[in-house]
């Protein structure tokens, strides 16, 4: 039966064929997809923040892109999946707030983008697709029978990768 499972803000979800994967509300976070066309299972990862070592007593490590990607290529591999095998494509990483004078901003969309391609790298995992950056907020669906991500950018169309 197809469930179309919601992913909220610091948080992930894995799941199988025929499931759509959605998170909503990417504006500086970044929605990290990664999918294995051979098992058909994949997962989405809404990242808020890229380093938890700033801070003390995290409670939910789904939050930061090093704490967060890692948890959750444990639970696919638990699942079946094979890290070889992993597509990655990730969206979102505006910069929401433009209009502030440049020294003020720390562009979180940006760092957040950064962090993830850096440990997906460090991973070995190939990043297909990549929708990061700009100014509007975005929402991404994973079809978990295609690997396709849809994401729907505030303000323009529909793209599918």
């Known amino acids: ?67 967060g990607i890692p948890l959750m290529l444990k639970e696919l591999q638990r699942k079946g999946v094979i890290l070889g095998r992993l597509q990655a494509k990730l969206a979102g990483g505006a910069q929401m707030f433009s209009g502030l004078d440049k020294k003020f901003t720390m562009n979180i969309g940006q760092q957040n983008t950064e ?17 990061t950056g700009g100014k509007h907020g975005r929402t991404i669906i994973l079809d978990l029978s295609t690997g396709l991500l849809t994401i729907r950018t505030v303000g323009t169309s529909l793209k599918v990768v």
């Open 115 to 131: 962090a993830t391609k850096k440990i997906l790298k460090e991973s070995g995992i190939k990043i297909l697709a990549s929708e």
């Open 1 to 67: 039966m197809l469930k179309d499972i919601q992913v909220g803000i610091a948080d992930y979800k894995t799941a199988n064929n025929p499931n759509k994967i959605i998170t909503l509300g990417l504006g500086s976070c970044v929605g990290l997809t990664l999918y294995d066309p051979q098992v058909k299972i994949g997962g989405l990862l809404h990242i808020m923040l890229p380093d938890s070592k700033r801070f003390s007593g995290v409670i939910k490590p789904a939050k930061f892109a090093d704490t």
